[in-house]
């Protein structure tokens, strides 16, 4: 693909975007009804200097009620560049903007990757906005009231590099010191003649609500109990179809804009969930409970739809700040690790797999491993098969049976040697 070929991808891929908000015919971006906004792609305008009209690869024309001529137009200029984009890009593209639209406007980058400290620097000096789409992004239910469950710097490591790596947002944007989270938002801090929206830099904050242990566990029951479980690997599948939710699956190995590889997407407003290519079928059964977390735990109620990233899955503890959303991970990871390893079976389990392998109390613990090479034989052995059993990761078995405490372990390198036997697994699939 050509640099052209792949320009005009970003802004097919952005325009659609911008009219699927549209077409749902609420008010757009918060600000207008439906039929006062025209979103029009390759748009060309006329130059007296040029004699010739300029075309711009996305403008949004906002009216006022009654009026025939727009009073304000948002211009967005595409750059799907694999680095940085050059400076005299976004110069150029300043030049048009005052070329064409002498006032009454706002320009606005569109860019596929972060960008270096060059480009933002011009494009500040120069009053434009930056903005990240990534179509593969996660994508943030519009709040009317302003509030974001985001916090700055989630959408700040979105679009500048040495920000850190974050989970992908559908759209992020930054303009005059302020970060955006959704169209809505940054759109209405570009129009002048309403109030504007308040950015995640200053909005009222909207923390996601702690969901105790307990309660995500007997969320997982109520499930198995609907789909009259008993024991064995849980049916996910037959979960999805309990739930109406259309679970597909592809062979593709897919990265976002940052390069992380993309394990899985839910999509809320169409109750799907699709799963990608993953190194093995237990990553990819606890990646399936992981997005069925998300459905159950109603976290529709903050996303329109997301994705899953491999390091998604190794978050193990609730974030200490309720604003980022890395919450929303660690409830679904705890929601998928106990449907996959519901307790009554997994005791039973244990109890038969303790009798078969002739391991017996000794005052030491339920399960007791130390460093002697026939109990690590016995101990490898026990895991093994409650792997199998339930089609889970041994470290997803280890970690299950700590949490119930369980298990003693007076490995002296306990872990070199869970790593040299768990090698090839991620922490909690």
Known sequence: MNSTEKGDKLEDEFYKYLVDQQSREEEVFGIYPHGKCKILRKKKYPSRDRGAPVEFDVVIELYHPGRQKPHFFAVFECKNYAGAVPEDRVREFSDKLKEIF?????????????????????????????????????????????????????????????????????FSAYCEGN???????????????????????????????????????????????????????????????????????????IRGADGAQILGSANFDLNTIEINSHQDSNQQRF???????????????????????????????????????????????????????????????????????????????????DDQQDNLLVYYKFLTLLSIEFEA???????????????????VKRQASAGAWLAGTSPHF
């Open 287 to 369: 990646t399936i409970g992981h997005e069925i977390g998300h459905f159950c735990l109603r976290h529709q109620n903050y996303l329109r739809s997301e994705t899953i990233l491999e390091r998604d899955l190794e978050i193990s503890s609730e974030a200490s700040n309720p604003l980022n959303y890395d919450r929303l991970e660690f409830q679904a990871n705890a929601f998928s690790a106990d449907l996959i390893l519901p307790d009554r079976a997994f005791i039973f389990a244990m109890a038969r797999f303790r009798l078969q392998l002739g391991i017996k109390y000794r005052g030491l613990g339920f399960i007791f491993v």
């Open 102 to 170: 002498p006032n009454r406007h706002k320009g606005v980058m569109v860019v596929s990757s972060k960008l270096q400290s060059g480009a933002r620097n011009v494009a500040e000096s120069r009053g434009l906005g930056i903005a990240k789409y990534d179509e593969r992004g996660a994508e943030i239910v519009v709040d009317r009231k302003g509030r974001s469950f985001l916090d700055t710097h989630s959408v700040k490591s979105q679009i500048f590099r040495g920000e850190g790596i974050a989970k992908p947002l559908k």
């Open 179 to 253: 970060y955006f989270g959704t169209v809505a938002e940054f759109l209405a801090s570009l129009e002048p003649g309403y109030e504007a929206t308040q950015s995640v830099s200053g909005s009222p904050r909207v923390s996601v609500p702690y969901i105790a242990a307990e309660d995500i566990k007997k969320a997982t029951e109520e499930i198995l109990k609907q789909i009259e479980y008993e024991a064995g690997p849980v049916d996910l599948a037959k979960i999805c179809l309990m739930l109406g939710i259309d679970l597909r699956f592809t062979n593709s190995v």
């Open 393 to 411: 990761s041994k470290q997803m078995i280890e970690i299950k049976l700590r949490k119930m405490g369980l298990l003693n372990d007076q490995r």
